[in-house]
């Protein structure tokens, strides 16, 4: 289990079990709350996702209240997908939530704050030798001879020339720092600052960018009420999430309302019902990638080490201007690279709102001793507002834009469950089940056209210029899905479980939209026959194969058309950059698994170790084909990812009593994938969307791990690097 989250403020978390085993698919596991499906997809953009510009808005699995949590289990292996569909190909985590109790009314209140700072020892180190410039030229411009090389040498202010530094520079290479020299610097140009016209020491900051950064402070209060009577209960909360980020004007609060009830309406007939609702709203989410919106970008490949983070905070404070170190010239009259980053966070921000409800309802018969019914009817749906601005006076073009978005999934299940002893030897369990899914996303996104007319009104129409058309999409998703399990136990010492579905859908060519797949698995109790062991408390060996097949992501199988801006009174259409294709079939994934669970000395030691490989094959995915065809990719079939590892977990009891017991688990796990073809004379597939700062690019490559990152690296000789005739190393191509 491999749980990876963003540290951003409210960023989102990845988790992935037992490797990542489709190229361009889905690969996070499958969470289930009380039986409800809920999506822990993100609602970044396409290039956030893939290491660019843009906010980390989260994962709607997040939205899970943590105080309403009774017990995590986690589903590894393909053998659970007959219950979950082709979702749970990537494991499943199962969360059961609390109820209440009959005959019984009880209160709980938690209460509890979290403080958090940035760990400086990774921060960047700066030099503090040299400022503001990339080079010290000895003139600024033709025959205007600088006193000390590498200023600006110029009439600021109509007294006679002064020196400054080299303004639109955003980078310390220039004069050394000199605390005798006295430089007319950013906060002379500014008439508000008590600097204004007087020079300066040129010395390094005092307070560098790590000084920057908040202290972070998360509160979390919450309440619950359970009970119930003789023929029922109940539990009803709600709790309150405050948190501020490292970072200025940022902060997220979440309200989470939560309801479950159950009652016994005649007897052997039980309704069951939870109702859960979220609502998160952010506000300065913290930018990401290659920005101006990320500070972390600036201050750690833009900055100028004699800028003092206190003293542009005191600037911004004064009237809320950008007034920046990094003006575009020596008046002062606007900033050409990088915002005072106060302005940023406190101008240039954005706010998000999302609604979550999910819940279900169900009805439970008890036929007999051995037979029950269930009909379940589940909903999981988030609403999606988010808004991003650029204001008037920033480097960029002032801008707003909104984006709207909706996911909305209904299942419908029905499961006859059995579980009878056919006779004193012979065990057996069984379900028939079938599941309807119905899901739809929608999402539209709209943004302002040349600037802003009135600063600080943000709205799509203050647009400069008319908007172009908004980005829509739309996505239906149906699957219809048929299963059976059964159980068979021998003495509670041998097990054979064996599984089947049949799952049809929506986004598969009618002719190949069907797809079975079956598991089978056994196991041994052989501590069962070792009964006269003493120090051998259970014991059991046990092997399962199992396959599973996924369908495509909507809208890959027939072309569809973009509807761009139309020029002037004509509309226009453009064919996508991906072609679809009407010959798609489902992405399988084979895996076995064997392992070994054993406890000893009353359960007070134990361990539990597995070996697993699982290989994906027909992965569908989108290749580079050459633009003489009209587009730049192509689904296809093609491709196959292999996983195969060990996970091994121990655990001891050192202190057990009646009333007390501590143990202590150890696990260590460790995942080998590899890329194991892919389409025809195709040999890598970059991953991003667009490669990241230096070339470094994201792939998927024969014979290489998947997600290999790859990039430019010097040209040795003997173990020397080459230094080219302009003086600069040699690097790979």
Request: proline share 4%.
């Amino acid at each position: 289990l491999d749980i990876k989250r963003s540290n951003a403020m409210g960023g989102s978390t990845n988790v992935v079990i037992r490797g990542a085993k489709s190229i361009s698919g889905n690969n996070q596991a499958l969470f289930v709350v009380d039986g409800v499906p809920v999506s822990n997809a993100s609602a970044n953009t396409l290039n956030q996702q893939t290491g660019r510009a843009g906010y980390d808005y989260g994962n709607a699995a997040a939205d899970i209240n943590p105080d309403d949590v009774a017990s995590v289990r986690v589903l590894k292996g393909a053998a659970a997908t007959a219950l979950y569909g082709s979702r749970a190909s990537n494991g499943v985590i199962i969360i059961t939530t609390k109820k209440g109790s009959k005959n019984s009314t009880n209160v709980t209140v938690n209460s509890g704050v979290t403080f958090g700072s940035i760990d400086k020892s990774t921060f960047i180190e700066y030099q503090k030798e040299y400022g503001q410039g990339y080079n010290s030229p000895a003139t600024d411009g033709p025959g205007n001879v600088v006193p000390t090389p590498g200023f600006w040498y110029r009439d600021v202010f109509g007294t006679g020339r002064v020196m400054t530094p080299q303004f639109s520079s955003d980078a310390s290479y220039g004069p050394r720092f000199d605390p005798n020299l006295l430089v007319y610097q950013w906060s002379a140009l500014d008439p508000f600052s008590p600097n204004y016209q007087k020079a300066t020491p040129w010395v390094a900051a005092a307070n560098d960018p790590s000084t920057f950064y908040k202290t972070s402070v998360a509160s979390n209060q919450s309440i619950s009420i359970d009970g119930g009577g003789d023929k029922g209960t109940y539990k009803i909360g709600y709790t309150r999430n405050d948190e501020t980020g490292v970072l200025p004007n940022s902060k997220i609060t979440k309200n989470l309302f939560n309801f479950g009830a159950s009652y016994e309406i005649v007897k052997d007939l039980t309704v069951t019902s939870s109702v859960n609702y979220s609502k998160i709203d952010g506000l300065g989410r913290f930018g990401t990638g290659y920005s101006g919106l990320n500070p972390n970008q600036g201050f750690r490949q833009w900055w100028n080490v004699g800028a003092d983070i206190k003293e542009l905070k005191e600037a911004y404070d004064r009237n809320n201007k950008n007034v920046s170190w990094n003006w575009s010239d020596a008046t002062g009259t606007k900033p050409i690279y990088a915002d005072n980053p106060y302005f940023s966070r406190y101008q240039n921000f954005q706010n998000d709102t999302r609604d979550h409800y999910f819940g279900n309802t169900s009805l439970n018969y008890k036929v007999n001793d051995w037979f029950d019914v269930i009909g379940r009817v589940s909903y999981d749906g988030t609403f999606d507002l988010q808004e991003e601005r650029i204001a008037v006076g920033s480097t960029g073009v002032a801008s707003y834009s909104r984006t709207n978005g909706t996911f909305a999934e209904t299942n419908f299940d029905l499961l006859l469950n059995f579980n009878k002893n056919i006779t004193e030897d012979f065990s057996f369990k069984g379900l028939l089940g079938a599941n309807l899914r119905r899901s739809k996303l929608t999402n539209i996104n709209a943004r302002t056209n040349g600037g802003l007319v009135v600063p600080q009104l943000y709205s799509l129409s203050n647009s400069v210029s008319a908007i172009e058309a908004p980005v829509e999409l739309y996505e239906r998703r149906a699957v219809d899905g048929y299963f059976a399990s059964t159980t068979f136990g021998y003495k509670d010492l041998v097990f054979l479980d064996a599984t089947i579905r049949r799952d049809q859908s929506t986004t598969l060519p009618t002719n190949k939209n069907v797809f079975w797949y079956p598991s089978i698995a056994g196991s041994f109790a052989f501590s069962n026959l070792l009964k006269d062991v003493s120090w051998l408390s259970y014991g059991k060996l046990r092997v399962n194969y199992a396959e599973v097949g996924s369908d495509a992501p909507p809208l890959s199988v027939f072309d569809t058309y973009a509807k761009p801006t139309a020029f002037g009174s004509i509309p226009m259409f453009s064919m996508a950059d991906v072609k679809n294709n009407a010959n798609l079939k489902p992405e399988r994934t084979k895996s076995v698994e064997a392992g070994l669970d054993a406890a000893f000395l009353d359960n007070r030691v134990g361990f539990d170790v597995t070996f697993y490989k699982t290989n994906t094959i027909d992965q569908i995915t989108p290749v580079p084909v050459t633009t003489a065809t009209g587009s730049l990719r192509l689904f296809v079939n093609a491709g196959e990812v292999q996983n195969k590892g060990v996970e091994v977990s121990a655990f001891v009891v050192p202190v057990k009593t009646s009333n007390f017991s501590w143990t202590l688990n150890l696990n260590w796990s460790r995942n080998q994938s590899k890329v194991l073809s892919l389409f025809e004379n195709v040999s890598n597939i970059e991953l991003n969307a667009a490669s990241l700062s230096g070339g470094v690019t994201y792939n998927a490559a024969i014979g290489q791990p998947y997600g290999v990152i790859r990039g430019t690296n010097f040209v040795f000789v003997n173990g020397q690097k080459v230094v080219n005739a302009d003086g600069y190393y040699q690097v790979t191509p």
